[in-house]
């Protein structure tokens, strides 16, 4: 993931997925982002409006050991200040994700199918909505 602001404010956040091939060379698989114009000039400060986790993806296919063809999604984004961590849920498995200090920032890959992310609090409880993600 990059992020990128401009001394006016303007930023962009992008998320680029790659593979090495055998050539050990990197192979593209996609690219995504998200962008915006009032980036705050005293310092980053966390601020969502749409609930508490803004969230963009990339998707891409990817190609296993075995030549066998995968869609794969990263998905990346920012929470609110109150939000310590996201709980990342793929059908019957769940693992918790920490925010990049100091930015309230997270990248998560994984297959390209439906996922839960749910914002987690100091105590590491539920706040906000979850959102759901479907499959594309």
Do not use: K, N
């Not at 602001?5 to 990197?26: F, H, K, N, P, T």
Request: glycine content about 14%; proline content about 5%; hydrophobic content about 40%.
């Amino acid at each position: 993931m990059v992020l990128q602001v401009s001394a006016r404010g303007q930023w962009s956040s992008d998320i680029y997925l790659e593979q090495v091939d055998d050539d050990r060379r990197w192979r593209p698989l996609g690219d995504g982002g998200m962008h915006g114009d009032s980036w705050p000039s005293a310092g980053w400060s966390p601020s969502v409006d749409d609930g508490v986790l803004r969230i963009g993806q990339s998707q891409g296919t990817c190609v296993d050991d075995d030549g066998v063809e995968i869609d794969i999604v990263a998905r990346a984004g920012f929470a609110g200040s109150d939000v310590r961590a996201v709980a990342v849920g793929i059908a019957d498995a769940q693992r918790v994700v920490d925010l990049a200090p100091g930015l309230h920032a997270f990248v998560v890959i994984g297959p390209a199918v439906t996922w839960r992310l749910t914002p987690l609090g100091s105590t590491g409880r539920p706040i906000g909505d979850v959102e759901i993600i479907e499959a594309q």
